[in-house]
Each structure stands twice: as C-alpha cells, then as structure tokens.
C-alpha cells in the first residue's frame, strides 16, 4: 500500500516554462514533507521541504505547495532550465518518526 | 557541508558471495539508513539505525543485514549474494530533526 503517490512517472518541459510535479499520500500523520532531486548514478539531494503548519514554501525557482485537506503538494519549478533534468522523489515523514516514506518518482525532461 | 560517504561506486560479484557495503559519516549524525533504488520502485528502505548498536528493519530485509558499530560507520551486508540483489544501493545520515542527506550510492551488480 503506497502511502506517498507521485502518478506521473515523467514529465517533459520547453526551457522556460513551468514544471508542476505532483505528489499525493494517504496517512493523515505525516506532518513534514520533502522533495528530493536525483541525477543518474548519484544519490538523491535535498532540494526543498514543508513542514504541514505551512501551505507553501519558497527557494528561489523551486516552490512547494502543500494542501493538507487534499493530502496532496506540488513543486513548482520556475523557470524550468536543462540542469533540472532529473528524477525528483517526493518524501514524507510521520510526527515523532525520521523514518521518510518516499515517492517512486517522477523523471523530468527540460527540452532546450 | 554535510558528507556521506559510501566506499564503493561499482561492485562485481559472484552469485554466493558475500558483500559489504560500507557507509560513513561526518556530521555525528543520531540515524543512518541504507536503501535500494530500482527503475519504477522508487527508494525502498532496507535497514536503518538510530544509534550505536541498534538496527531496525525497514520494508525489504530479506538477504540483508548490518552492523553499526561506530557512529559514523553504516556496513550493509549481503550475505550469500543473488542476482535479485543487482541494484543501486543508497545510504543517508539526519538527524532527529529534518530530511536526510545521501551518498552518491553504490551500483552492484551479482552475476
């Protein structure tokens, strides 16, 4: 049973334009929640996290929106660039725990 | 900067061996965690620790063990090797607080 869902296996975006990524899980507990960026033959990266009191997060290009009553966030890359090309995990973790239940990922292609 | 750092990018083996994959970390880190990542099973978690001596097994044990006999030091361990083994093996390093931070990873594939 896969409590955090990302249903997009891939993704492809024109250079410039917005990436959306998706992300639904469906344990009420997770109270902290994470994106992860992967290229091939390297480990995942922290690119950017929200804690369940918060609805949206900000880190330069990368924005994360959180709608709890959904159980549903989204990362928004603006504008997307070729470097982002790359598997990104979603994450999330339960109060109290630091164990993180992960995402199978979604591939993103940016198309120069 | 935060560094883990897994011994190995590429292993060979042999179908019956044994394996150990070594994992370490330079920030006192309380928890480390090894993984596997397959194409469209995204990471499943093998093993984690959370201090010293101490192992909790994760969703996919089977075949594996460790030893966490330092801190800094996360060994998994690959007893009689099988081919269903060939992956990517990942580990990571957190903290009681936030996200966790991740090796580069080691490419293993058994034969």
């Known amino acids: 049973d896969q409590q955090v869902k990302q249903n997009s296996p891939s993704l492809s975006v024109q250079e410039g334009r917005i990436s959306i990524l998706n992300c639904d899980y469906t344990?009420?507990?997770?109270?902290?929640f994470l994106w992860y960026k992967k290229y091939p033959a390297e480990g995942p990266t922290f690119l950017i996290s929200?804690?369940?009191?918060?609805d949206k997060n900000e880190d330069g290009r990368f924005t994360v929106f959180l709608n709890k009553s959904a159980k549903h966030l989204s990362l928004h890359i603006v504008p997307s660039q070729p470097g982002d090309s790359a598997v990104y995990f979603c994450a999330a973790r339960e109060a109290g725990s630091y164990q993180l239940t992960f995402g199978k990922g979604t591939k993103l292609s940016v198309i120069p | 900067d935060v560094k883990v750092t897994q011994s190995s990018r590429y292993l060979v083996k042999r179908t019956g061996e044994k394996v150990f994959l070594e994992c370490v970390q330079d920030m006192d880190h309380e928890n480390m965690f090894w993984y596997r990542q397959d194409p469209g099973l995204g990471l499943r978690l093998i093993y984690f620790?959370?201090?010293?001596?101490?192992?909790e097994k994760g969703d996919i044990p089977e075949g594996y063990s460790v030893s966490r006999e330092k801190k800094e030091r996360f060994s998994l361990i690959l007893e009689s090797a099988s081919t269903n083994q060939t992956s990517m093996y990942l580990c990571?390093?957190?903290?009681?607080?936030?996200?966790?931070?991740f090796g580069a990873g080691t490419r293993l594939s058994v034969l």
């Open positions: 990571a390093s957190s903290t009681n607080d936030r996200g966790q931070y």
């Open positions: 344990n009420s507990m997770f109270d902290y």
């Open positions: 929200i804690s369940s009191i918060k």
């Open positions: 620790s959370y201090d010293v001596k101490m192992k």
